[in-house]
């Protein structure tokens, strides 16, 4: 038998939970922290500068995570341990599907591509890997000391990729309409209450197409909705986007979560 059939085998043959038993347990759960959220009226509100100290602290343990670890998430219908390589290959796919519908219509032209939050730069290493010259690369987080540990990390593979200290909110070291595709990944639920400047910043500096790959609402099942009340996620961008004027061209939630609580979904904008 082959390596690939062997792994394929034991990945079908692993003790997997259903999904359905899985989040209706968590209901419960999430119900109880939200009664408790309820009853103490403690708010907890996530702000930019918030977000920034804590990943300032975060040193290379996601990149190494990425290379090494594997999680149980939702995948396939069911509450299974997947490879975190596996994880981001299911996140990275939209992105890379717009990068090659844009490169397939204009063949020959070198597009720019942005990604906002860009963090532990493990996406930017991806795509530096698949597209090469096709592509120009700038990624873009309010953290300087992760953008360093990425460089630190990732090394050559990060080669002609361009990093900025920036705010997604805010976007000032982009030009006006300089990107054919730009795209955030978790990055806007870090700010759940400045998603609207998040949006509107984006859809400033992007020419062509946005890609969101975010926590949606409106995706998600009863549990996965009041985790994102519990936990203060962003619950707001088809909203946000609706009132920043732009077209959504696809949206759809993804199947393959890497916290299976924190429903992401992909909505491709039009600007
Ligand atoms: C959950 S991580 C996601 C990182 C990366 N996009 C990925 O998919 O692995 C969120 C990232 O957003 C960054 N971030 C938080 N608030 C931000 C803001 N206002 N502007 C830009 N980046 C921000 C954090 O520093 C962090 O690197």
Redo the contacts with the bound molecule.
């Keep these: 038998m082959s390596k690939n059939k062997r792994q394929t085998l034991a990945y079908r043959m692993q003790p997997a939970i259903p999904a359905g038993l899985f989040f209706w347990l968590k209901s419960w759960s999430q119900l109880r922290r939200l009664r408790k959220k309820l009853i103490r009226g403690k708010e907890v509100r996530r702000h930019?500068t918030v977000?920034?100290d804590i990943?300032e602290n975060y040193g290379p343990w996601?990149q190494e995570m990425y290379l090494h670890g594997q999680e149980y998430t939702t995948c396939d219908g069911k509450i299974r341990l997947v490879p975190f390589t596996r994880i981001r290959a299911g996140?990275l796919a939209p992105v890379k599907t717009e990068i090659e519908r844009q490169l397939a219509a204009a063949p020959g032209q070198r597009l720019r591509v942005l990604?906002?939050?860009?963090?532990?730069c493990?996406?930017l290493m991806l795509l530096n890997e698949a597209f090469g010259d096709k592509i120009e690369l700038v990624g873009?987080?309010?953290?300087p000391k992760?953008l360093e540990v990425s460089r630190e990390t990732w090394g050559a593979k990060l080669d002609g990729v361009d990093l900025h200290v920036?705010?997604?909110?805010e976007l000032a070291t982009c030009a006006d309409r300089s990107f054919d595709v730009v795209f955030?990944?978790?990055?806007l639920?870090?700010?759940p209450y400045?998603a609207g400047s998040?949006v509107r910043a984006i859809s400033r500096v992007c020419r062509g197409r946005i890609v969101f790959v975010e926590p949606v609402f409106e995706f998600g099942n009863t549990a996965q909705k009041i985790y994102a009340i519990t936990g203060d996620q962003l619950r707001t961008l088809l909203p946000e986007i609706a009132k920043a004027g732009l077209r959504v061209v696809e949206s759809y939630p993804l199947d393959i979560l890497a916290h299976p609580l924190n429903k992401t979904g992909v909505v491709v904008v039009e600007v």
Excluded at 115 to 120: D, F, L, Q, R, S
């Design positions: 930019t977000s920034r990943y996601e996140y990604e906002v939050g860009a963090g532990n493990i996406n873009i987080d309010i953290s992760r920036d705010s997604a909110t955030s990944m978790h990055c639920e870090q700010v400045d998040a």
